[in-house]
């Protein structure tokens, strides 16, 4: 690596040491809002989110947005990634609150987790999501 590359990785740490807003020092060289914006637009080319990028595009095309760069819909693709992922998560950690309430047969390491609306309804209503059983459900 030539000493006027950038670094970005894990490996790289980013301290805000200059004082101006929208620049950071990493690996001793200053790099501005900008540079590290277009590393990670690089970076987002070649990342394959979990949601594919034509049904991210069919979902946008129905509510009325056309993206013309594919990096839009591939960055919207990967905020609806985390966004599903935060709420299986939250939803994972009502499920092990609730577990450890009850009295479990099976040990530590053969613990399986079933996701169910006991869980999700939670979870989701912490993202404003309110969701409740139908009637006959109940």
């Known amino acids: 690596m030539s000493s006027n590359t950038p670094t970005t990785g894990p490996s790289s740490t980013s301290t805000n040491m200059t004082g101006g807003a929208g620049t950071d020092v990493v690996g001793g060289q200053v790099r501005t809002a900008g540079v590290s914006l277009a590393d990670f637009l690089l970076q987002l080319e070649d990342y394959t989110p979990t949601i594919p990028d034509a049904v991210t595009a069919y979902y946008l095309n129905r509510a009325g947005f056309e993206a013309s760069d594919p990096r839009i819909v591939r960055l919207i693709s990967l905020a609806a990634q985390k966004f599903v992922s935060d709420i299986a998560n939250d939803a994972l950690q ?45």
């Open 94 to 138: 009502h499920c092990k609150m609730r577990g450890s309430a009850q009295s479990s047969r099976k040990s530590g390491k053969d613990k399986r987790y079933t996701l169910s609306m006991e869980d999700l309804s939670p979870a989701l209503s912490e993202y404003g999501i309110n969701v409740k059983k139908p009637y006959y459900f109940t």
